[in-house]
């Protein structure tokens, strides 16, 4: 590289890097980066301003660094930030048990309103310690000991972070120092880190005799009102503004054409009762759906994992009118003018809990409002669970957009000119399929199938016209009738968003992501 002379250097100087050498040569001697800031700030320059700066000049040969020297940092990791002052939780631990010996780990857990997760890693830490004892006639107990030392050591550190935001690890004792590199990764810690660890290089930089040279012409071009010669031909940085993800953008955009289409939006918990997600849309409970290698079950603190009412969680009660209405129809069909499938209804099993598995569940509480209007037409954006092989289009949660229409005149050709509807405007499919189906709560059914230029032909989504043992026990008009479809969000996104595998819609590669679109029409 061919060197620059100082007239060179000095067309192409920077104002901040003009400052940066008046202020080294006015001193006469190397600065640390710190203190050509301090130097510097009167005048508006912020601290990385004054870093680029320096380090341009380097570059350019007008400033050397004298010397460096790498300063290693403490900062506090995301999981201790919220309650540095009240020191760790094995400290709030060790101070409830010198005041509550015998109670149970539930009970302590609760009154520190501790999460599972914070509780199991300290309490873990604390047996690791030999500082506390539990047994089933005694409860938990603390038993002190040496490790107390390590705790100590530990709230100091949080302590001092609390109060000063960050460290130099070289401040730390020997004990507070071994505490902190147990609890944290160097760099960029996880968000379950209670420390972080942080190393920066100090730069000490000195003017050089090219750097008094330009500096000097620099001073008579500015004195003479010359201006900073600029090249144009360079391309400038590339600025990358802040955007939503482009499926969250995508879910958005869908909840927005819905709602301007005039429907009404149904919402929901995750977490459902077998009853509103399966039993209350007539499926039977012996039906095979709700074998465990489909459906995730919630089970009770401590149980064993498994899948029967004494294991898993339950609600604590469901409304006495539409559980015997939806057993009835079960059993022998109550008012509904069917048979039933002729079984005995467990009240029991309907109250397990499990992880949503359909957007359906919410078209079965939504029915059974009281204001519900008819007509009227609805619809959901519903996280759904099941124990799905991973592949091209498939994952063990996906988004469902679910959606009913209620009316007494309404029939299965509103249903397809609304699935096309769908099919067209929000997947952008330029085709669109009807196969004859099967589901349990609906007669006729029908399966919408897209084509995608990688996958082939998607099934898009289930839909139909609800049968009279779903509706009559829920709905407060009889002789209303329902359509629904409960359509895949994530392979419509395939379709909209350009993609043959479902797993990149939740891609970490920023320029996969930048790639696709954030605003939809």
Request: net charge neutral; glycine share 8%; hydrophobic share 40%.
């Given at each position: 590289m061919t060197a620059l002379t100082p007239e060179q250097i000095a067309e192409g100087l920077h104002l901040h890097e003009g400052d940066v050498l008046w202020v080294l040569r006015k001193a006469n001697a190397a600065l640390s980066d710190g203190s050509l800031y301090e130097s510097l700030k009167e005048k508006g320059l912020e601290e990385a301003q004054v870093r680029s700066a320096a380090e341009r000049l380097k570059l350019k040969g007008v400033v050397s660094v004298a010397k460096e020297e790498v300063q290693t940092w403490v900062f506090l990791g995301g999981i201790s930030r919220g309650h540095a002052r009240e020191g760790s939780v094995e400290s709030r631990i060790q101070k409830y048990l010198q005041t509550n010996q015998g109670c149970s780990p539930v009970k302590a857990r609760n009154d520190l309103h501790l999460t599972q997760e914070e509780?199991?890693?300290?309490?873990?830490?604390?047996?690791?310690?030999g500082l506390v004892e539990t047994t089933p006639e005694d409860g938990l107990k603390w038993k002190g000991g040496a490790g107390e030392a390590q705790l100590k050591a530990l709230d100091e550190v949080l302590l001092k972070l609390g109060d000063q935001g960050k460290l130099a690890l070289e401040e730390l004792s020997p004990e507070q120092c071994e505490e902190v590199k147990k609890r944290c990764r160097k760099s960029r810690g996880s968000g379950k880190d209670l420390f972080q660890i942080t190393e920066t290089v100090k730069r000490w930089y000195a003017i050089t005799d090219l750097g008094r040279s330009a500096l000097t012409i620099f001073e008579t071009r500015s004195a003479a009102g010359l201006e900073r010669q600029y090249d144009f031909s360079i391309s400038?940085?590339?600025?990358?503004?802040?955007?939503?993800?482009?499926?969250?953008?995508?879910?958005?955009?869908?909840?927005?054409?819905?709602?301007?289409?005039?429907?009404?939006?149904?919402?929901?918990?995750?977490?459902?009762?077998?009853?509103?997600?399966?039993?209350?849309?007539?499926?039977?409970?012996?039906?095979?759906?709700?074998?465990?290698?489909?459906?995730?079950?919630?089970?009770?603190?401590?149980a064993a994992a498994g899948r029967?009412?004494?294991?898993?969680?339950?609600?604590?009660?469901?409304?006495?009118?539409?559980?015997?209405?939806?057993?009835?129809?079960?059993?022998?069909?109550?008012?509904?003018?069917?048979?039933?499938?002729?079984?005995?209804?467990?009240?029991?099993?309907?109250?397990?809990?499990?992880?949503?598995?359909?957007g359906t569940a919410l078209s079965a509480r939504w029915m059974a409002k009281k204001d519900l209007a008819i007509p009227g037409k609805y619809?959901?954006?519903?996280?759904?669970f099941r124990n799905d092989t991973v592949d091209a289009t498939h994952a063990p949660d996906f988004f469902q957009v679910e959606g009913i229409v209620v009316s007494r005149t309404i029939n299965m050709t509103h249903l397809l000119g609304l699935l096309k509807l769908f099919a067209q405007e929000v997947a952008r499919a330029k085709e669109v399929r009807f196969l004859p189906a099967y589901f349990p709560y609906?007669?006729?059914?029908?399966?919408?199938?897209?084509?995608?230029?990688?996958?082939?032909?998607?099934?898009?989504?289930?839909?139909?016209?609800f049968r009279p043992e779903v509706t009559r026990p829920l709905l407060a008009d009889p002789e209303a009738r329902v359509i629904a479809w409960g359509l895949g969000l994530d392979r419509m996104a395939m379709s909209a968003l350009g993609i043959s595998d479902i797993r990149d819609l939740f891609s970490s590669d920023l320029e996969f992501l930048r790639s696709k679109p954030a605003v939809f029409l």
């Amino acid at each position: 590289m061919t060197a620059l002379t100082p007239e060179q250097i000095a067309e192409g100087l920077h104002l901040h890097e003009g400052d940066v050498l008046w202020v080294l040569r006015k001193a006469n001697a190397a600065l640390s980066d710190g203190s050509l800031y301090e130097s510097l700030k009167e005048k508006g320059l912020e601290e990385a301003q004054v870093r680029s700066a320096a380090e341009r000049l380097k570059l350019k040969g007008v400033v050397s660094v004298a010397k460096e020297e790498v300063q290693t940092w403490v900062f506090l990791g995301g999981i201790s930030r919220g309650h540095a002052r009240e020191g760790s939780v094995e400290s709030r631990i060790q101070k409830y048990l010198q005041t509550n010996q015998g109670c149970s780990p539930v009970k302590a857990r609760n009154d520190l309103h501790l999460t599972q997760e914070e509780w199991g890693t300290a309490f873990g830490n604390l047996k690791r310690l030999g500082l506390v004892e539990t047994t089933p006639e005694d409860g938990l107990k603390w038993k002190g000991g040496a490790g107390e030392a390590q705790l100590k050591a530990l709230d100091e550190v949080l302590l001092k972070l609390g109060d000063q935001g960050k460290l130099a690890l070289e401040e730390l004792s020997p004990e507070q120092c071994e505490e902190v590199k147990k609890r944290c990764r160097k760099s960029r810690g996880s968000g379950k880190d209670l420390f972080q660890i942080t190393e920066t290089v100090k730069r000490w930089y000195a003017i050089t005799d090219l750097g008094r040279s330009a500096l000097t012409i620099f001073e008579t071009r500015s004195a003479a009102g010359l201006e900073r010669q600029y090249d144009f031909s360079i391309s400038p940085p590339r600025i990358v503004a802040g955007r939503a993800h482009p499926y969250r953008a995508f879910l958005d955009w869908v909840r927005r054409k819905l709602v301007s289409l005039g429907f009404e939006e149904m919402t929901g918990d995750m977490v459902e009762s077998e009853f509103w997600n399966s039993d209350a849309l007539y499926m039977p409970q012996f039906h095979p759906a709700r074998a465990i290698h489909d459906v995730y079950y919630v089970q009770k603190e401590g149980a064993a994992a498994g899948r029967d009412p004494e294991t898993c969680a339950t609600v604590p009660s469901i409304e006495e009118s539409f559980l015997a209405n939806v057993s009835a129809a079960h059993e022998n069909g109550g008012k509904t003018g069917s048979r039933g499938w002729r079984y005995r209804f467990d009240h029991a099993r309907t109250r397990r809990m499990i992880l949503r598995s359909q957007g359906t569940a919410l078209s079965a509480r939504w029915m059974a409002k009281k204001d519900l209007a008819i007509p009227g037409k609805y619809f959901g954006i519903a996280r759904c669970f099941r124990n799905d092989t991973v592949d091209a289009t498939h994952a063990p949660d996906f988004f469902q957009v679910e959606g009913i229409v209620v009316s007494r005149t309404i029939n299965m050709t509103h249903l397809l000119g609304l699935l096309k509807l769908f099919a067209q405007e929000v997947a952008r499919a330029k085709e669109v399929r009807f196969l004859p189906a099967y589901f349990p709560y609906t007669e006729p059914s029908v399966e919408v199938h897209i084509p995608h230029p990688a996958a082939g032909w998607m099934e898009m989504g289930g839909s139909g016209i609800f049968r009279p043992e779903v509706t009559r026990p829920l709905l407060a008009d009889p002789e209303a009738r329902v359509i629904a479809w409960g359509l895949g969000l994530d392979r419509m996104a395939m379709s909209a968003l350009g993609i043959s595998d479902i797993r990149d819609l939740f891609s970490s590669d920023l320029e996969f992501l930048r790639s696709k679109p954030a605003v939809f029409l």
